[in-house]
């Protein structure tokens, strides 16, 4: 190990409740608060003790340094941050060059954001530095992870009474811009359980984030909504100060078959399950997930006026409710889009249809909703009636990995193929969530997770994180170093996070799959494809696909 | 786009035994091509009188058999050389193990003109070479087979190395489970199913019926069930799964055991041919 990389992890272990962040430093900081200190906060004083008290172990206080880096784009973060004191900057940098281990998290995508906001005409604010809104408690700056109003080279100060990072961290998206204090600056800093509790308790505190959500992000996203491109920027414009935004906990119900529809719904982010009755019980006919919709059977065929299915969150869900009328009056004026979503009801009904008739295929949906598998952009399955327990796939792994498989052949089953306990590498990764110095992060190339072991410090947040126990620590024998940093480490038995990284450095592709004699190793990355699988269909196409995402190509 | 290689070609509508046994139709066909071209050509030698070892064509049969020999024993090679991954998917090396394989038999077959050679060495290196084609094929088998028994009959898996483990934990959760039980439930479980949690326990059902006969058993907990209360009927449902995941765990040790075991039949015997195939090309090349 290098001495920089102490250094690094010494400049980024510093503190947990900054996440990923260059830290030139807290100066001071907060240990648990109580609810008195809590009230004197100008975004918490309405709130009852009792909420208060769920809050404390999730909001801490405190005061960076000026200059100190908070978080850089692309990177996530299970925090939000409300200013008490002080400015922030909030600005774009390129990432061509960068060295730095830290901040090379989804590269692509802030290439991809930069190309698009080419594409958006900018606004008028956006030349030079632009002042945030009056920062008075009732009007919140709220920054998005998608602010396409912010162009590069330009900074938004953000003052005094602002938040910032909720989106974000609500929805698991990684942040679009970097922030730096400006000024010696006091932040309350709300993780995401208090984050969420908050949206449940304080009704003032929703009501400021669905404003700035609709102010800086609904558009866009309506915008880039398969369904809905193509439709004029005012009648968007329209649309977006007509719908309602809404939040589901895990298991609500959102629509009820049989009931009147009078709405579509778009999904911000998180699952639906959408189930059918059948005899005695309910069907799950399939489920959708970010930025796709509901509601627009019921709305385009005359003559059907009810839900057609039951839909429950599956998960932490975030909606946009469109009134069925609003959304008539949207596709009759655009041809194209109206085209468009009867392409996709033809297909959703024909789905709905399938399942009916097969049964089997409900079963999996709920399976992939229930292990994660929806999540998933790389999933590795076994054909058990092919494999032979050979254990060449974990050798294969281990061999390729210093000696440390990234996985074991054990896991859950669903009809002859196993899914081991393996990296899905997750369309919203919270393994990424909380590692105090940045070692695990996306790599460039597709959606693959990787471990910088070099940062690692064995702290075990990836590990907790991970719903899906795809992450292990392994023990290497060995102990920190005398000079090891931070400190608290040295003499102690030096652990490291370990994960499928989907071998994507190597032109062979996983060597899970390349290493099995018997051909039983499989990625997948849609449930169509593991659907094929069972089915047994030839696996071509699932296999291409795969490898041809490990290859990076 | 990269273009990757499609290696489980399976067709479709092709009946799924077929599917199971010949994972590559293309790799079936080659085969099949090539030893009609062996046997056809050795049908034409032998009407030339080049039927002998030591003729023409019987040396070409015997150096060819032997290159074909090294290419199948690559299979080993690769297996332990997984970290270099340039040298390409395990799998087309077992296409060729096991394909390359019956064609050395048939290569040394020809070899010998279909006769068991008198010589001491010749005669153990035809054994060995028979030995080991058909305890291959054995092996081939039993990797068909015994997955399928693993994966219809199955609901757990479980790693070979960790049941011993994880048998101890069953015992103690049973033995937990019992403490507190009905007289009934702790009665069947010191009579049927301690003696079964006291460690892994390979039986010869297991190659028939995966479960090891659960059904039967289970009959007897169905039997005391009706005697029970509701509280202690919980109990014994939970006893019952415990030890239905026994039986399956033995079920594993024993099959998966299996299909390490088979390699004893054949990879020592496989050196041993190597062995003596060396020994045999330096008499022919000194002599």
Redesign the interface.
Known sequence: MTDQTMLVRAALFRDRWSTNGDRTGIRRQSTQMTVEQLKKLEILKDLKDSVLEELIPDISVAQWEPGAMLFEEGSYLDLAFYIVEGDVDLFLQKHEGAAGPIFNTRQLTARDIADARQQVPQSPQSAGAVPASPSSPEQFTYLSTMDFDLARGTTQRLTKGDIFGEIGALNGWPQSVTARAATLTTLVQIRLPALRKLKRAATGFKAHVDRVYRERTLLHHLRTTPPLRGCSEMALEALARKVELRSLEPNEPLTREGETADAVYLVRSGFLKLSQSLGAGDLVVTYVSKGMTIGEVEALIDGVVNWQVSTVAAGYCEVVRIDVADFLELVRAHPAVEARLWESTVARIKEAGFTRKNPERAELIEFALARGLAQGNSILVMDLDVCTRCDDCVRGCASTHEGRPRFVREGERFGNFLVPRSCFHCEDPVCLIGCPTGAIRRTNVGEVIAIDDALCIGCGSCADNCPYDAIVMHDTGTVWPEHALPERLRGEERLVASKCDLCHDSDAGPACVNSCPHACAFRVSSLDEFDALLRGETPAHALLRGETRADGQ | ????A?????R?GAP?WF??WV?SPRWLLGFAIVATLCLAVYAAGTVYGQSTAASTLGMAYGIAAAIVGVAVVA?GGR?RA??I??L????Y??EVHVYGGVLFLLLVFMHTAFRVPQGLLTWLLWVTSLWMTVSGLFGLVL?KW???L???GL??????DRIPDLIVELRNRADALVETAAEPVRALYRREVAPVMEGPQPRWIYYIDATGGFRSKARRFEHIRRLLPGADQAALDELLELYRTKLEMDAHFTL?RT?RAWLYLHVPAAILMFGLLVLHVFFVLYY
């Open positions: 786009m990269k273009k990757a499609i290696y489980q070609q399976k479709a799924g599917n199971k994972q299979y297996r997984q970290r991954r340039s390409g998917r395990t799998w090396y077992l990797q015994i997955p399928t693993l994966a219809s609901s757990v898996e479980v790693h070979v998966q299909l």
